[in-house]
């Protein structure tokens, strides 16, 4: 079920992108994980930003699925900050009951997307919601057992707010993957050694030193 109708004020968390993606052009890519050949369509826009493109974090987390056989059977799961929702579309594909989340300009490519990849007859286990980090992630529940996000540490201003969004997502046993590039401009790394182990416990799962994209499971403290 998708739900795509939530005030714009929600996309004040961030800031605009207007210089981002000028020229208007869309790009349909196709990527093969666990079996799956996964039809992607980006809207490179300045409406969308960082929202358009498949990032190659998204990427990475996918091939670690891949290669580690991580089973979604039966699990709830949510993503944060989809964008293009490639990383969520794969767990409902792998049998999770996904729910992929963005700001609300960012809904209807994710949307698309889901449409083109995952069977009708699976759609009961697929939501599209908008998603403010601190503002309205109180209006989900807290029993998530898997959490996902690619590339979504990149804003210092925003970074209480994901820990926060976070903490009130994920159960008590859940396992939270991010992937991320580690850009020294945006404090990616900071956030990673100084911020998130004062809340969760943080292990470095996979680093590609070529791309410079780490992947981490996280979990909650005991």
């Known amino acids: 079920m998708m739900q795509p109708q939530v005030d714009d004020h929600l996309c004040s968390v961030f800031p ?12 349909e890519s196709s990527y093969q994980f666990c079996g799956h050949v996964l039809k992607i369509t980006q809207n490179f ?20 699925f891949e290669e580690q056989k991580v089973s979604f ?4 799961v949510i993503e944060l900050g989809a964008g293009t929702g490639i990383v969520g579309i794969l767990a ?6 996904v729910t992929i989340t963005d700001l609300p300009h960012a809904l209807k ?13 699976w759609a009961h286990r697929c939501q599209v919601r908008a998603l403010s980090w601190g503002r309205n992630h109180r209006h989900f529940p807290s029993d998530y057992s898997i959490v996902l996000g690619s590339d979504i540490v990149y804003l210092p201003e925003t970074f209480s707010s994901l820990v926060q969004t976070l903490q009130h997502l994920s159960a008590e046993s859940a396992t939270i993957y991010l992937s991320s590039k580690m850009r020294s401009e945006h404090a990616t790394d900071y956030f990673y050694k100084e911020i998130l182990p004062l809340h969760f416990q943080c292990q470095l799962l996979y680093r590609n030193e070529e791309q410079n994209i780490n992947l981490y499971k ?5």
Request: proline share 3%; charged share 20%; aromatic share 6%.
């Open 16 to 27: 605009s992108e207007l210089g981002l993606f000028s020229d208007c052009y869309t790009e």
């Open 45 to 64: 826009s300045a409406d969308l930003g960082v929202a358009a493109p498949v990032w190659d974090s998204a990427l990475a987390l996918c091939q670690y």
């Open 109 to 121: 490519q994710i949307e698309n997307n889901v449409l083109a990849n995952v069977p009708s007859s």
């Open 73 to 76: 059977c039966e699990r709830k």
């Open 92 to 97: 409902v594909l792998l049998g999770g009951d």
């Open 218 to 222: 996280v979990t909650k403290k005991n």
